[in-house]
Nanobody, 124 residues
Framework: QAQLVESGGGLVQAGGSLRLSCAAS????????MGWFRQAPGKEREFVAG????????DYADAVKGRFTISRNNANNTVYLQMNSLNPEETAVYYC?????????????????WGQGTQVTVSS
């Protein structure tokens, strides 16, 4: 079972950047594909980015493609989300999630393990 802890959220101006981290413990990290999701107030949780357990395959929501980068370091059990050119509409709680599979998924239902989330606020 994976335990996930996100960090790196905060307040940033529109156009700015943040780097989120998600530290995992428990079962061997390299057995999990990982995903980042976000949930804004009053909205459903949505997929942002995913990465395969090897790190060789990534997937991005259209809204973030070209601005966000997901990566992982299996040696230190951490997945990252580099977010550039942020806009106020991306204010949300950002969650990392893990699934015991080779590849990530865009569905929240496919991830049994979740972190507690980290708040990202983008001011205009």
């Amino acid at each position: 079972q994976a335990q996930l802890v996100e960090s790196g959220g905060g307040l940033v101006q529109a156009g700015g950047s943040l780097r989120l981290s998600c530290a995992a413990s428990g079962r061997t990290f390299s057995t999990y594909a990982m995903g980042w999701f976000r949930q804004a107030p009053g909205k459903e949780r949505e997929f942002v980015a995913g990465i395969s357990r090897s790190g060789l395959s990534t997937d991005y929501a259209d809204a973030v493609k070209g601005r966000f980068t997901i990566s992982r370091n299996n040696a230190n059990n951490t997945v990252y989300l580099q977010m550039n050119s942020l806009n106020p509409e991306e204010t949300a709680v950002y969650y990392c999630a893990a699934r015991l599979d080779s590849f990530s998924s865009r569905s929240t239902n496919d991830y049994p393990y979740w972190g507690q989330g980290t708040q990202v606020t983008v001011s205009s």
